[in-house]
Each structure stands twice: as structure tokens, then as C-alpha cells.
């Protein structure tokens, strides 16, 4: 299993433009998450999916949308970029059904607004 | 809301030392906490998950405690080594739809 894996690794935007970042995988988890962290900050949840076509906002949804056609991916879109969506990405999944499942992670992707 | 803390921010302790990284939290109703370890630009390794109704959990040198009525959980690691050098990451998961995360300890062991 390869896990969770994020697309672009690193990725410099100018302001206005936008992006999608890509985020798959392959152990059949029903619940996937994206993440954004900010320097000396804790992780911060923009969006999450319970499954496929059932998407929700997090604590930071604004300036974001996702999809989630399938089980395995779940991409973030940026509309519109700013400054202030410089940070670094993290997509998650786990799989429901038992309390003591670990999440996993991707490597992240970092991001630059300019 | 849950709020998560982690007490020190960072830590530097010679090769060898054992040590306790603390971590926080306001709401004592969650499912499970866990232990990450962050290394620089790589995403979040699992150390130790500690379920609700558990006291503590063992993986090797290291020992992870959680007292739920009291919000804290500790992270201990014995014989610290440099390879232990990393951001260590509390987080609680108050239902299925959620991690909330603390800051992180940014822990370093001097050979």
C-alpha cells in the first residue's frame, strides 16, 4: 500500500490564481480530511469527507472547496488565491468502525501565495 | 470547543536523558488521544494512540499516559537518542469528524 499521497509536493501561486491539490488513497478508508498547518501552529481542519459524494467544512473552510467522487480521492481546490493561504497542506484518512484506528497522513504539500 | 496545549514549545536535553513532553486538553469527552511525530518537511508518523478508556500505552522507549478527568496526557521517552529529534504533536479526536491538534513540542537531543 502506498497510503496517503499528496500532489504537488511544493507550489508558488500568485495571488487570484488558483490550484487543486490532489490527495489519494489506496486502504479503502471511508473518512479523509484535509489539514492546514501554519507556522508554530497546530494542525486546522478545512474540509472533511465521510465517504464518497458526502463532503463537510471543517474549522477553516473559507477560500477552499473539495469533492469527493470516489473512496480513494478527495482533492482541495483554491478559488482565488491569497496571502494569507500560504501554508502547508495536509490530506488524512481513517477508517471508521473502531476508536483505536490510527489516521494516516500524507507528506504534505507546501504551498506560497505571492 | 476543544482547545489542545503543549507545554514546552521547545526542548533541547542531552543524548541519554529521559523526558516528559506534556499535552493539554479543555474537553474531557473524546474518543481516543494520540501521539505524532513530525520530522521537517514530512507529514505526521503515529507514535502511540491512547483510546478513552485507557490509562497509558507502550511502544518501545517510549510511554504515553492520558487522565481524561484531569485533561493531560504525557509523552515520556527514555535514553533519549538524536534520531528522537523532531516536533512531537498531541492531538484528541473529540468524534469521527475531527482532530483537534496542539502546537507541537520541537524537541532536540544534543549527542
Known amino acids: 500500500n502506498a497510503g496517503v499521497t499528496q500532489t504537488p509536493k511544493f507550489r508558488i501561486l500568485k495571488i487570484g490564481q488558483s490550484m487543486t491539490l490532489q490527495c489519494t488513497q489506496d486502504?479503502?478508508?471511508?473518512?479523509m480530511y484535509w489539514y492546514r498547518q501554519d507556522p508554530g501552529m497546530g494542525l486546522k481542519l478545512i474540509y472533511y469527507s465521510v465517504g464518497a459524494g458526502i463532503t463537510d467544512k471543517g474549522e477553516v473552510p473559507n477560500g477552499y472547496n473539495v469533492s469527493r467522487s470516489t473512496t480513494e480521492d478527495f482533492p482541495l481546490r483554491l478559488e482565488l488565491a491569497a496571502p494569507s493561504q500560504t501554508s502547508v497542506y495536509f490530506c488524512a484518512s481513517w477508517k471508521q468502525g473502531f476508536t483505536g484506528n490510527t489516521i494516516y497522513f500524507g507528506e504534505g504539500s507546501w504551498l506560497t501565495v505571492v | 470547543k476543544q482547545e489542545v496545549t503543549q507545554i514546552p514549545a521547545a526542548l533541547s536535553v542531552p543524548e541519554g536523558e529521559n523526558l516528559v513532553l506534556n499535552c493539554s486538553f479543555t474537553d474531557s469527552a473524546i474518543y481516543n488521544l494520540q501521539w505524532f511525530r513530525q520530522d521537517p518537511g514530512k507529514g505526521l508518523t503515529s507514535l502511540l494512540l491512547i483510546q478513552s478508556s485507557q490509562r497509558e500505552q507502550t511502544s518501545g522507549r517510549l510511554n504515553a499516559s492520558l487522565d481524561k478527568s484531569s485533561g493531560r496526557s504525557t509523552l515520556y521517552i527514555a535514553a533519549s537518542q538524536p534520531g528522537d529529534s523532531a516536533t512531537y504533536l498531541c492531538?484528541?479526536?473529540?468524534?469521527?469528524?475531527?482532530?483537534?491538534f496542539g502546537a507541537g513540542t520541537r524537541l532536540t537531543v544534543k549527542p
Open positions: 486502504m479503502n478508508h471511508n473518512y
Open positions: 492531538a484528541v479526536r473529540p468524534n469521527n469528524n475531527d482532530m483537534r
